[in-house]
């Protein structure tokens, strides 16, 4: 009975759930728009899994296609959010900017709204990140100019490096003693602390790859199980470390009472402290709480790390392989700092307009997150005849926006010379590296100033060139070439290759898994009840890393039988041997295998006959199947056993003279009056302790509907008299 429960209740969890995606897929055609056809679990996120082209590529590609396909404005579901994209530049902006109220809040992931990390800007919904938002610009952007001294002191120091790595370094540098006074490069515990924790959570940060955030936004109706893993994920813990030394660095300057320190950790209590935190007055203004100054001071360093020195790395790359545009560069640089004058103005900083060009272009072409510019739906409303309701996302794709040829005259080129012209010559909406509108990136300013200052100091010491192997060198403009060395950071070293190609294996199984997954529903009408209770292995299965050491390789060849002369139309044999690919021959596979040496004068004849075929195949998914074969027919064998075995045993030890007496006594007040030429013989009278059919279930249905026949046709033939004598 509570098996059949079970069943019934999971039966009517996972309709509910069909009947909810069904529903969640219904909205798209309400709100009058058009779109791929999407998969009953994932959506259209198969769309975005092409293992063959490279990420930005694949969305530049895809986005291109859905626009010819269903024009500026379609809907897109990654699991059972509905995203509308948006290309239209006019419906953009009455979006972002004119009708801002109505899409105040950025995407939503439900595992990462965990304290303290749901109280910084990224997480906060509705009126709540306004008065965050306002104490968090007064404290960057008011005291700028006391950044650019901690900026000058490292680009001053870039002498030979590693362009990305050591861009990287840079910007943690930076960030750290901008936004929280730590001058990283001491030695002390605490800092080096700080440093490791740092690199361990943007190591480990990696949307594309945590299973986590993927299983979050195609089936939110996990969320409640997934963030109980959470605390478990790499990036979990490497963020509860650094909001541990945030904490405790927070503790260390509110009882310090520093006076004349201006990072933005500082700002931030001074706020509160202005504001009646320590006073206690009820002033106006705005309050911070501590998990919010901490996770918003989290959120700069985010939000800084992986956008500046990305931006700066590709800008390196593109003045290296375009000379005429770095000498254009830094020619500007000596006019506007002869004599190597010290940047301290930012004024002439921002005079500067071809640097400003460089950098408008760089972010053009490789914009830092593809996919950032994401706005919620918070009021439903009705915007150049598209429907909105709440819930729903409106998705930029900046990547295909800023390269595409419809906005931006040869778009792929590196022409920093457009952003020189007219700046209304384009669309104020086609350029959208930082968002636009209120909720734009807060380090916009912040990030400009850093890139401009590391490239004003690294152009006016040295040039940057391309060499054949798509290397950078950094020579001295003085001419001593040998004091520097090659740098191989533009170039993948063999790490990131073989890092790349495992990551493309992993995306071409996913690819192959999913797309047969895509017929899931058509066999789920026919094998309801075992889909219900396999439907984890899909799951499964599609997280499970493909490496090579868990594929098979081997060669497979096909020969007669040695044995007979004419070989001709005879029996075959097959030979199996694990070679690489370029062994799969006769010679090596089968040859060594014979038993029958052949004559080397027909060794030749032999191995024209043979057929041999290189296989490889996963053998992962090979012992899943197995084993979930071995399980299945496994639980079905000991159930049977304890059905034909166990089950009578039991039944037999709880049967006692009570339940037998109350068996006879049910038999005697339910069983049907019956006439004398009925009545079975006293021969035949068996009394029910005494009946061995009670031990099985079949005979007991054939008990009971015996005894419903009888009673049917008493009451028949208690009818017809009845009628009988009233006639």
């Given amino acids: 009975m509570i098996t059949e429960m079970l069943l019934v209740a999971l039966a009517f969890i996972v309709l509910t759930l069909i009947s909810l995606r069904l529903q969640a897929y219904g909205l798209r055609a309400k709100l009058g728009l058009k779109g791929p056809k999407v998969n009953l679990l994932l959506g259209n996120a198969l769309l975005f899994t092409d293992p063959a082209v490279k990420w930005d590529e694949s969305q530049k590609i895809l986005f291109r296609k859905l626009k010819q396909i269903y024009g500026n404005v379609y809907g897109l579901y990654l699991g059972p959010q509905l995203n509308v994209v948006v290309t239209d530049l006019d419906l953009a902006r009455d979006i972002l900017v004119k009708n801002f109220s109505y899409f105040t809040d950025r995407s939503h992931i439900a595992i990462l709204e965990n304290k303290p990390m749901s109280d910084c800007l990224f997480n906060l919904k509705q009126n709540e990140w306004k008065d965050v938002r306002c104490t968090m610009t007064a404290a960057s952007l008011s005291k700028i100019r006391k950044f650019i001294n901690s900026i000058q002191s490292y680009a001053d120091s870039c002498e030979e490096f590693d362009i990305y790595k050591n861009f990287q370094v840079l910007t943690v540098d930076v960030i750290a003693q901008c936004a929280f006074a730590l001058n990283l490069d001491g030695h002390g515990e605490v800092n080096k602390r700080f440093l490791a924790n740092c690199r361990r959570l943007f190591d480990s940060y990696d949307f594309n790859e945590s299973w986590l955030i993927k299983l979050s936004l195609l089936f939110p109706e996990l969320n409640v199980l997934l963030k109980r ?207 636009a509108g209120p909720r734009n990136c807060i380090g916009k300013r912040f990030a400009e100033i850093q890139f401009k200052i590391t490239m004003i100091h690294l152009l006016r010491t040295y ?191 709880r049967k006692g003279p009570s339940y037998e007496k109350h068996i006879d006594e049910d038999e005697n007040i339910f069983s049907p009056p019956v006439a004398a030429e009925m009545a079975p013989t006293s021969s035949n009278v068996v009394p029910a302790r005494q009946r061995q059919a009670s031990d099985s279930v079949l005979k007991r249905m054939e008990h009971r509907q015996s005894r419903w026949m009888a009673a049917v046709n008493e009451q028949r033939r208690k009818i017809y008299t009845d009628h009988s004598i009233l006639n």
Avoid at 259 to 283: A, C, E, F, M, Y
Avoid at 340 to 364: G, H, P, W
Avoid at 519 to 535: D, K
Avoid at 600 to 607: M, S
């Fill in 463 to 653: 040039d940057l060139s391309l060499c054949a192997a798509s290397q950078v060198s950094i020579g001295c403009r003085c001419g001593s070439w040998s004091n520097f060395s090659k740098l191989r950071s533009i170039g993948p070293n063999s790490d990131e290759v073989e890092r790349g190609n495992y990551k493309a294996k992993r995306r071409r199984f996913a690819h192959v898994f999913m797309e047969n997954l895509a017929y899931l529903p058509s066999f789920c009408r026919f094998h309801r009840r075992i889909i219900f209770q396999l439907s984890v292995l899909p799951l499964i299965l599609f997280f499970i890393p493909v490496h090579a050491q868990f594929e098979e390789t081997r060669c497979r060849c096909v020969c007669p039988n040695p044995s007979v002369v004419q070989a001709n139309n005879s029996e075959r044999k097959l030979y199996i041997l694990s070679v690489p690919a370029r062994s799969c021959v006769c010679e090596v596979v089968v040859l060594p295998q014979l038993e029958v040496k052949i004559h080397t004068a027909k060794i030749e004849e032999f191995c024209v006959q043979c057929e041999c075929q290189y296989q490889s195949r996963n053998t992962t998914l090979i012992k899943v199947a197995v084993i979930l074969v071995i399980s299945t027919i496994s639980l079905l064998v000991v159930y049977m056993l304890f059905l034909q075995c166990l089950n009578p045993m039991f039944r037999q030890r």
């Fill in 229 to 435: 893993c959470v605390p478990f994920a790499e990036f979990s813990k490497a963020e509860q470390e650094l909001v541990h030394d945030l904490r405790t660095l927070l503790e260390q300057k509110r009882a310090a009472k520093l006076v004349g320190s201006k990072d933005i950790l500082q700002l931030l209590i001074d706020n509160n402290d202005q504001h009646g935190r320590s006073t206690g007055q009820r002033t106006k203004g705005i309050h911070l709480s501590d998990d919010s100054i901490v996770a918003n001071a989290l959120v700069f360093l985010l939000a800084g790390y992986e956008t500046s020195s990305t931006a700066m790395g590709f800008a390196a790359w593109l003045l290296a392989k375009h000379t005429d545009v770095q000498k254009k560069l830094q020619e500007e640089i000596e006019n506007k700092f002869p004599n190597n004058e010290n940047v301290k103005e930012l004024e002439a900083i921002q005079s500067m307009q071809y640097l400003d060009a460089v950098f408008r272009e760089t972010l053009r072409l490789f914009p830092p997150l593809v996919l950032l510019v994401v706005r919620t739906c918070v009021k439903a409303c009705t915007i150049r005849g598209i429907r909105f309701v709440p819930g729903v996302q409106v998705l930029f794709p900046t990547y295909s926006i800023q390269r595409d040829e419809a906005f931006w005259a040869e778009a792929e080129e590196f022409k920093p010379e457009r952003f020189l012209q007219d700046r209304k010559s384009h669309h104020q909406m086609a350029w959208l590296p930082f968002g």
